[in-house]
């Protein structure tokens, strides 16, 4: 771990027990990372490595087609041989496309894809085994990957990067929410940078902002239905991130929607 497009979305899911009719968790990239209370994750913008979008309409089953898709928006990879129980589960009505993006978004691999994304993005490299797993086993007892990022983002290493307050400030509206602070903030924000508790109750007020959840729907629609947000489409689930529902939330309420369920139509 370190000493004490960059937009993060920030996720927060509640585990869910085993689907009606499975007797054991839904089959998929991995075992879920918490048994537990509350799973948190953060997503932040990462190129994929699946199949091209156009190639998910080459199953005539729709729920193969959907599974397809879900892999490549969320893990970025086309499906492997476990990805089937997925399959199988829609098939059966075993479960829910909801329940499904729910286990993939709870899955260890969905985790280290976003914990090793937030290294890359914040701190200029990929996450060493110690920070990897430290903060991956601190997901799996409880924890939050947003409290990951305000880790990452109020790090020694992270602050060694941008030297001064202006500097950090700046580099963090940049990478939270893509722009540059205003004067007010900069003079509100650089009183409170004297300590480490400062530091981290800054980056920790910026993360958590409207305006981040705000940017985070925008980044989740456009992920997921393939399009910027419109008064048509979209607007509601920015509207939901903006008010606070957590975005896994809003990520699983677009997985279970018609609007995604129809983009992976044969046309």
Sequence with gaps: MPNSSRRITIESLEDRTVPAGLSTPLPGPNSPSSGTGHVHHVAVDLPSTGPD???????????????????????????????????????????????????ILQSDEYNLRQID????????????????????????????????????LSS????KLHSGDQPFLTALYNDVLGRTPDGVSSLQYGQRLTDAKG?????????????????????????????????????????????????????????????????VQVK
């Design 156 to 159: 020694d290493e992270y602050r």
């Design 53 to 103: 979008p156009d190639l998910i309409n080459v199953s005539d089953d729709a729920n193969t087609r959907l599974v397809q898709k879900l892999y490549f928006d969320l893990l970025g990879r086309s499906l492997d041989a476990a990805s089937q129980g997925y399959v199988d589960a829609l098939n059966n009505k075993d479960s829910s496309r909801r329940e499904v993006a729910e286990s």
């Design 199 to 263: 530091v981290h109750d800054v980056v920790e007020e910026i993360v958590t902002s409207s305006e981040a959840h705000k940017l985070g729907g925008e980044s989740v629609v456009e992920l997921m239905l393939n399009q910027k947000p419109t008064a048509d489409v979209g607007a509601n689930y920015v509207n939901d991130a903006r008010s606070g529902k957590p975005i896994g939330e809003v990520l699983a309420d677009i997985a279970a929607s018609d609007e995604y369920f129809n983009i």
């Design 117 to 152: 994304a937030m290294y890359k993005a914040f701190l200029g490299r990929s996450a060493d085994t110690t920070g990897l797993q430290g903060y991956l086993q601190s997901v799996k007892d409880g924890g939050s990957l947003e409290d990951v990022a305000v880790d990452l």
